[in-house]
């Protein structure tokens, strides 16, 4: 059965961090991402690793804050938000994409097959 679970969410002051976890079971994914989805906005791309050979991308907005990374194993994802920001509020999911097609638009959700519950992280100012 094909499960991501997230963990790790809360509550953060600005400019502080905050380390969310997604356990992927089931699957043996080519790309990992973490995307996000703030109240009455789209979902948008946070961060995405190549598993294969560990390449990872960011959008412009946590370039220099956050950091995607997976375990030995593979089955565990992290982002590890630093010098977080209001705008950082929202909803974060993980994804997997199977395929190990190159992708074009690594951040683009319509290009990932499984998705987490989700984990909700608030940064307060």
């Known amino acids: 059965q094909v499960q991501l679970v997230e963990s790790g969410g809360g509550s953060v002051q600005a400019g502080g961090s905050l380390r969310l976890s997604c356990v992927a079971s089931?699957?043996?994914?080519?790309?990992m991402a973490w995307f996000r989805q703030a109240s009455g906005k789209e979902r948008e791309g946070v961060a995405a690793?190549?598993?294969?050979?560990?390449?990872?991308y960011y959008a412009d907005s946590v370039t220099g804050r956050f950091t995607i990374s997976q375990d030995s194993a593979k089955s565990t994802l992290n982002l590890q938000m630093n010098m977080a920001k209001s705008e950082d509020t929202a909803m974060y999911y993980c994804?997997?994409?199977?395929?190990?097609?190159?992708?074009?638009?690594?951040?683009?959700?319509?290009?990932?097959?499984?998705w987490g519950q989700g984990t909700q992280v608030a940064v307060s100012a």
């Open positions: 994804a997997a994409r199977l395929s190990s097609a190159p992708l074009a638009l690594t951040l683009s959700s319509r290009n990932y097959d499984y």
């Open positions: 089931g699957m043996s994914a080519h790309y």
């Open positions: 690793i190549r598993t294969g050979d560990g390449r990872t």
